[in-house]
């Protein structure tokens, strides 16, 4: 029996997973398929709740927080498991194509100025100066360095090594269906073929909990990601700086990674 079973061996399974190991806990990850089922698997790997925020709110908050982490947590990653999740602070782009999109960029600009933090305001100019393969037709962008990214693929390798090396046991090919209760409250899950009993259960299956059984009803929240598309596509062509345009498509490295 473990002390803790994961559901999900996602980004957010698998971190959970590495951190409650290095403290102490014995620590079982069951997932349904294998990494590169999950969305993290997908991910274009923006750490960037600045672009992505119309509004402050404690989530932002949170968001911003989590970001800030990375550089530490993301060179433990590379000491404990060998793989660079190549965290990169080269700024992001955030890119407008039509007027309303740049009055929503300078008003998101005026709050995150008013909250301390910093962006600016660029002219169609100086974008195109910082990435001069943009092919959309540009009303402005935003520079905001403090976005980052990184390479969520390598990402998923890391803390899966990261997780070995600290004891963590991974199963793949193994799907939940239940939660299991006693007393009123979790004591391990079942599969359509077996029980596995612990002293706490967390659920990291992403977009798939609601399937599991005696669970809330989850949000679904979206996202979209554009990899080696043709260059005729009217999108932003960037190898090194994250970039976006509101509300349409991005792109942040090669179809081959
Ligand atoms: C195209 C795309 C681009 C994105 N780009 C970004 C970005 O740039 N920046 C950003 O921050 N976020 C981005 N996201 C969102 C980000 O990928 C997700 O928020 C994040 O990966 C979710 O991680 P997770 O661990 O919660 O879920 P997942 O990565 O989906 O992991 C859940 C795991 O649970 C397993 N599972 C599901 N059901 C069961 C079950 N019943 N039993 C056992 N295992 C189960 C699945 O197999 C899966 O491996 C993007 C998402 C997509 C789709």
Redesign the pocket.
């Known amino acids: 029996m473990h002390d803790v079973i994961i ?7 698998l971190s959970i997973a590495r951190e409650l190991a290095g403290r102490g806990r014995s620590v079982l990850v ?4 294998n ?1 590169r ?12 709740p600045q672009s992505e925020t119309d509004t402050p709110s404690p989530f932002f908050d949170l968001c911003l927080t989590s970001a800030r982490l990375y550089p530490e947590w993301t060179k433990q990653l590379h000491e404990e498991s060998g793989v660079d999740p190549e965290y990169a602070d080269s700024g992001l782009l955030f890119v407008a194509s039509t007027e309303d999109a740049m009055c929503r960029i300078r008003r998101n600009i005026e709050w995150q100025h008013s909250a301390g933090l910093t962006a600016e305001l660029l002219s169609p100019e100086e974008a195109l100066r910082l990435e001069p393969q943009l092919t959309l037709c540009l009303t402005g962008a935003a520079l905001i360095r403090e976005e980052c ?1 990184v390479t ?1 693929r390598r990402l998923i390798e890391a803390l899966t090594g990261a997780c070995a090396v600290k004891g963590v046991e991974i199963r793949s090919g ?4 239940d939660v299991l209760h006693a007393d009123g409250r979790a004591a391990g899950v079942r599969t359509s073929t077996e029980h596995f009993s612990s002293g706490y259960v967390v659920i ?6 609601p ?2 059984g005696g669970l809330f009803p989850a949000i679904p ?1 979206t ?3 554009c990899c080696g598309l043709p260059s005729s596509w009217p999108v932003a062509r960037s190898s090194k700086r994250a970039t976006r345009e509101a509300r349409r498509s991005f792109i ?1 490295q090669p179809a081959s990674t």
Do not use: F, Q, Y
């Open positions: 559901v999900g061996g996602g980004v957010i399974g069951l997932d349904r398929g990494p089922d999950a969305t993290s698997w997908a991910a274009a790997g923006m750490l960037a990214h969520p193994v799907r939940v269906v990291a299956s992403g977009v798939r909990s399937e599991i929240v996202s979209a990601s942040t």
